[in-house]
């Protein structure tokens, strides 16, 4: 008699409700040893039907290959404003038309600071800069970074803006030390996000 356990059949496999089907997201990755678990929060939201756009920083490819997110999200993945061939036109225009939201994950001090003082020098701050659809930050940083004043009034200025945070939490960071400025965890990010969309139709319906 086998002791191998048995595989569940299809309809006996835990399913991922498609709630946020129709939601189109954008994730601009930052770069930061928190990138990794920007996997999970994309994996999540296609399994919950949402379609995924990732955009990279040139900082972010050194922590995560571009080849992980595609796979996940069965999209490209948009790393340049000056890509080789670009049938998109105006890309960093184009990809926010089409987005409920825009998620900055993990949003490194450098980011929120270019964008807090209107600096767009690569694709994903043009892309923010240019936003046209609710863009959500989950800052990620040294404790020390985060509680810079400097820092600090980045972040009240986004949100003086208009612009959504969740996180960051405490915990433990990457620099060995305990304190704020540790990733929101995945299940909490989703959460935001989820709870984001769903507060208004999905543009693709009213197209």
């Known amino acids: 008699m086998s002791l191998r356990p048995r595989r569940k059949e299809a ?18 990755v930052c770069g930061g040893i928190a990138a990794y678990k920007i996997c999970s929060v994309v994996s999540e939201l296609v399994q ?5 756009q990732v955009v990279m ?13 595609q796979a996940l999200t ?9 890509p080789a061939h670009d049938e998109r036109g105006q890309q960093h225009i184009q990809l926010t038309e089409a987005a409920d939201l825009m998620l900055v994950a993990p949003a490194s001090a ?15 701050s043009t892309m923010i800069m240019s936003a046209d659809c609710p863009v959500m ?21 986004l949100q ?14 990457a620099c060995r030390t305990v304190g704020a400025g540790r990733l929101a965890e995945p299940p909490t990010i989703i959460e935001a996000v989820a709870r984001q969309l769903r507060s208004d139709t999905p543009r693709r319906s009213a197209e």
């Open 160 to 173: 003086q803006a208009g612009h959504l945070f969740v996180g960051p939490e405490e915990g433990w960071l």
């Open 11 to 28: 309809s006996q496999r835990e399913t991922v409700p498609e709630d946020l089907a129709d939601y189109e997201v954008v994730v601009g």
């Open 110 to 124: 450098n980011m929120i600071g270019k964008v807090a003082h209107g600096i767009a020098d690569d694709l994903l």
């Open 57 to 69: 920083t040139r900082a972010a490819r050194k922590f995560i290959g571009p080849v992980t997110f």
């Open 74 to 82: 069965a999209r490209p993945v948009f790393k340049t404003m000056w």
């Open 137 to 157: 930050f989950a800052p990620s940083m040294n404790d020390r970074m985060w509680n810079n004043p400097v820092v600090q009034a980045n972040v009240a200025a």
């Open 48 to 52: 919950r039907g949402a379609g995924v």
